[in-house]
T-cell receptor, first 114, second 113 residues
């Protein structure tokens, strides 16, 4: 079946602009995660959604970052007033639920803020 | 809070030689441990995971890892490197609530012919 998809694959934006990144999880996966991978660094957890529970936003680096999820479907990560330090690859993952199910990762969106 | 340390950001091995990637973790509760591989311009793929039970776990592509609680380690090995193993490898830990992963900094593997 289809894996996790993300769009766009690449995004170049000017400093100060807002951007929206999209993630389509695997159908039936109730949990959805966003991570950030900055150049030469490991992945940082940003936020996760599980069913109808309140999302865990503990990894969001500032209030310029927000995310939404429609039911158990698409999620969008929004970055307002982008800064150069926001340049990174943003990865989305989904899993069947909590309890250490495998997380399946999408190919990522490479964001470049100029 | 948990953390993961991967020793060596870059490792170079000869084709056919042993691959050994080191991972140490810190966790206040029993950890669940993972190794992911990332090929160029691709997402992460799970190589193997330890949750409970047997401490030696086997994964895809001939990789295996051993959970050693006393050493807080989860090193990844492969007896004989192949050119296709050239990639970046990430060790990760999660705990009970949320399943969010905490990743190490990654180790990039170069395989020499």
């Amino acid at each position: 079946g289809a894996g996790v998809s993300q769009s766009p694959s690449n995004k170049v934006t000017e400093k100060g602009k807002d951007v929206e990144l999209r993630c389509d999880p695997i159908s039936g996966h109730t949990a959805l995660y966003w991570y950030r991978q900055r150049l030469g660094q490991g992945l940082e957890f940003l936020i996760y959604f599980q069913g109808n529970s309140a999302p865990d936003k503990s990894g969001l680096p500032s209030d310029r970052f927000s995310a939404e999820r429609t039911g158990e479907s698409v999620s969008t990560l929004t970055i307002q007033r982008t800064q150069q330090e926001d340049s990174a690859v943003y990865l989305c993952a989904s899993s069947q639920g909590l309890g250490h199910y495998e997380q399946y990762f999408g190919p990522g969106t490479r964001l470049t803020v100029t | 809070a948990q953390s993961v340390t991967q020793l060596g950001s870059h490792v170079s091995v000869s084709e056919g030689a042993l691959v050994l990637l080191r991972c140490n973790y810190s966790s206040s509760v029993p950890p669940y441990l993972f190794w992911y591989v990332q090929y160029p311009n691709q997402g992460l793929q799970l190589l193997l995971k330890y949750t409970t039970g047997a401490t030696l776990v086997k994964g895809i592509n001939g990789f295996e890892a051993e959970f050693k609680k006393s050493e807080t380690s989860f090193h990844l090995t492969k007896p004989s490197a192949h050119m296709s193993d050239a990639a970046e490898y990430f060790c990760a830990v999660s705990v009970a609530a949320g399943n969010k992963l905490t990743f190490g900094g990654g180790t990039r593997v170069l395989v020499k012919p």
